[in-house]
């Protein structure tokens, strides 16, 4: 049987990247999952061109919630905060590359959507 | 541990699904081939709308439909059918309550009680209600062992007109002391609704000993049908209900600029009802009878106390709740080497089926601290042996995960 979860997801859930506290963040994002509880903070540090130069991120949750957090916030470093706002939900689950069922997508999607500033709920 | 029926008479685990274990019927519960077949029975043998048509099949289906109400109020000892309303669940049944009744019948400012246990849709209603017609709510505190604290409840009911409490709840299995509460309710002149979502299918429920004004279910957790659901008001409320929706059914004279409306419960059941529903229910209801709730009180019991015993000898777990003998029907657990959702994918991939999350009652596990557990219900169709697996998997998971996870790779 093919294992639930791939060994980069466990790999990012036992070693996460940027699971840290920012000093002197300028922009702090929450949010949390409705499906479960789950809650989420992402700390940015942001240049002249509204680039984000430094991220951290805290939360307790499951494996997908906690790799993706991980995963995400390494995708989005030196990249536009507006960009990065703009990011579907196709693009982040690609990154993740595993197979979830649309309760699970929920946790995968909670940094994209803590970062949109919007409910976690996948667009159409 | 004897099975208290055999498993084959529920179809759904003799189709694609025949090899799972089913721990979820706190959500909703599997169907009994009776039930089924009612549904099927009414399109093929009865269908015509009620109370309208004057000829032979719609007289029949309007004295069938009334049939199911009495056998509603025999199930739960109300005395009159015309106690009986159907809606479409548990959660309509509150919201019609909030609607047709305490929006009318309290005063801005007076306070309404609710407990620390409830699910969403014991909340929910009543903060709506609340914000638009100036009402308090009050939560009754429950316990570190979750139970509501029995102490100083002459000040807890001090200032509140009306009690809406869970009789077992969906996260703690805790079962309140409903009458004990209720009788001491009623001394102060409160108003009490129960949400018996979770204990009409687990034991016998008698309105009258227990003196609820209000008691609501959902057909669908106890072996019926989706879609369905049994608000029980209390005879002497009768005359306080108000319309909840409007339009046909309910009215006895429409004219252009006035209408006059029919009495309880017909007053409440605007539109046409879910009428195969409503009889498939009938059936349920003569199966859960065959089948005896005694039976199932002592069946949901044993199992409850094996699957307690059996969860709390695993190190590092945490149940949520009183102890077993103080609950019924469901155990909700924790435990720090693995997430709730992790947990529920990995036995999902053996076919074992639980849930995780906050099973709606998010204020309660702020309280308990934790943002998610792992829940097991069962239903009548459930074996020790559906235990043994579930606890043998469970078991082989925390062992695997509870070991550096990097030896995994
Ligand atoms: C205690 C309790 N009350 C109310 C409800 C709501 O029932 P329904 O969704 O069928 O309306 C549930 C169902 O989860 C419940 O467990």
């Not at chain 2, 509501?148 to 009306?162: A, H, P, Q, R, T």
């Not at chain 2, 409490?165 to 002391?177: A, C, D, E, F, Y």
């Not at chain 2, 608000?231 to 252009?256: H, R």
């Amino acid at each position: 049987m093919e294992p639930t979860y791939k060994k980069t997801i466990l790999r990012h859930y036992n070693n996460p990247s940027n699971k840290l506290d920012l000093k002197k963040p300028t922009k702090v994002f929450s949010g949390a999952n409705p499906f479960c509880g789950d809650k989420l903070e992402i700390k940015v540090k942001l240049d002249g061109q509204k680039k984000i130069t430094d991220v951290s991120w805290s939360g307790d949750g499951c494996v997908i919630s906690q790799s993706s957090a991980s995963i995400f916030t390494d995708m989005i470093k030196g990249k536009k905060l507006a960009q990065i706002q703009k990011m579907t939900s196709a693009k982040l689950l690609k990154e993740l590359d595993i197979n979830l069922s649309p309760a699970r997508r929920k946790c995968a999607l909670l940094p994209l959507y803590t970062i949109k500033e919007t409910a976690n709920e996948e667009e159409e | 541990m004897k099975n208290l029926v055999n498993k084959n008479n529920f179809p759904i685990f003799s189709g694609r699904f025949k090899k799972m274990v089913y721990l979820d019927s706190a959500a909703t519960s599997q169907k009994p081939k009776e039930v089924i077949a009612a549904e099927k029975d009414w399109y093929e043998n009865h269908n015509a709308n009620i109370h309208r048509g004057a000829y032979k099949l719609a007289e029949e289906a309007t004295e069938l439909f009334e049939n199911s109400r009495q056998k509603v109020a025999d199930f739960i000892s109300a005395p009159s059918a015309k106690s009986i309303v159907f809606t479409k669940g548990a959660t309509e049944s509150i919201n019609l309550v909030a609607g047709a009744w305490a929006r009318y019948n309290l005063k801005k400012g007076d306070t309404i009680l609710l407990t620390e246990m409830e699910h969403h849709a014991n909340i929910v209603p009543w903060q709506l209600l609340s914000k638009e017609r100036g009402f308090k709510i009050k939560y009754w505190p429950i316990s570190q062992a979750g139970e509501l604290i029995m102490s100083n409840l002459d000040e807890l009911f001090s200032g509140v007109k009306f009690l809406s409490l869970v009789h077992i709840s969906n996260v703690l299995g805790t079962v309140n002391q409903i009458e004990k509460i209720i009788s001491l309710a009623k001394k102060k002149g409160l108003v009490v609704l129960v949400d018996a979502a979770q204990s009409v299918v687990h034991l016998p429920i008698n309105v009258v000993k227990m003196k609820a004004d209000f008691l609501v279910f959902s057909a669908h957790k106890m072996l019926g049908p989706t879609g369905l659901g049994v608000l029980y008001i209390q005879p002497d409320l009768f005359n306080q209900m108000k319309p909840y929706q409007s339009g046909g059914e309910m009215i006895s004279e429409v004219g252009f600029k006035s209408v006059k409306f029919k009495k309880v419960p017909w007053l409440l059941e605007a539109g046409t009802q879910p009428l195969a529903q409503v009889f498939a229910l009938n059936k349920t209801i003569d199966y859960i009878n065959k089948v005896g709730l005694k039976n199932i009180k002592e069946h949901s019991r044993s199992l409850t106390d094996y699957a307690y015993l059996k969860l709390s000898e695993i190190d590092g777990l945490t149940i949520h709740g009183p102890s077993a003998k103080k609950r019924l029907g469901l155990i909700s657990f924790s435990t720090k080497i693995i997430h709730a959702h992790d947990l529920a994918t990995l036995l999902d991939r053996k076919n074992i089926f639980i849930r995780a999350g906050h099973h709606c009652a998010m204020p309660l596990h702020e309280k308990l601290n934790v943002p998610a557990t792992a829940r097991i219900s069962f239903g009548i169709y459930n074996t020790k042996e559906d235990v043994d697996k579930f606890i043998k998997e469970l078991k082989s998971i925390l062992k695997q995960w509870s070991q550096p996870i990097k030896k995994q790779f």
